[in-house]
């Protein structure tokens, strides 16, 4: 069974810095796009960055120069390290990414990380 899992969320004061990491797990043969969203209570889930399997990278306007995508790739693996955080980061981050399972590519998500910016 193929599952994206998240790790690395938490409470963190603002001006700190947190990673997230998740982990592609399953019969996968590789993985294509990669991509961290969030979403705020009450607010509708937002795309903040993705890393395509060339490691291109975009960013949400709101993030840029302080959030930073990367991937291994021999892991399956993509990280999101976040610095310079505000309250307004304050979310669950979720991990999303294409995925070729079998003869097919698939979209996936994680289940979510809580991310907590506040003093």
């Known amino acids: 069974q193929v599952q994206l899992v998240e790790s690395g969320g938490g409470l963190v004061q603002p001006g700190g810095s947190l990673r997230l990491s998740c982990a592609a797990s399953?019969?996968?043969?590789?993985?294509?796009?990669m991509r961290w969203y969030r979403q705020a209570p009450g607010k509708q889930r937002e795309l903040v960055a993705t890393i395509t399997s060339s490691s291109r990278t975009t960013y949400a306007d709101s993030v840029k120069g302080r959030f930073t995508i990367s991937r291994d790739n021999a892991k399956n693996t993509v990280y999101l390290q976040m610095n310079s955080l505000k309250p307004e980061d304050t979310a669950v981050y979720y991990c999303?990414?294409?995925?070729?399972?079998?003869?097919?590519?698939?979209?996936?998500w994680g289940q979510g990380t809580q991310v907590t910016v506040s003093s």
């Open positions: 399953g019969s996968i043969f590789r993985a294509e796009s």
């Open positions: 999303n990414a294409d995925l070729l399972v079998a003869d097919a590519f698939k979209n996936y």
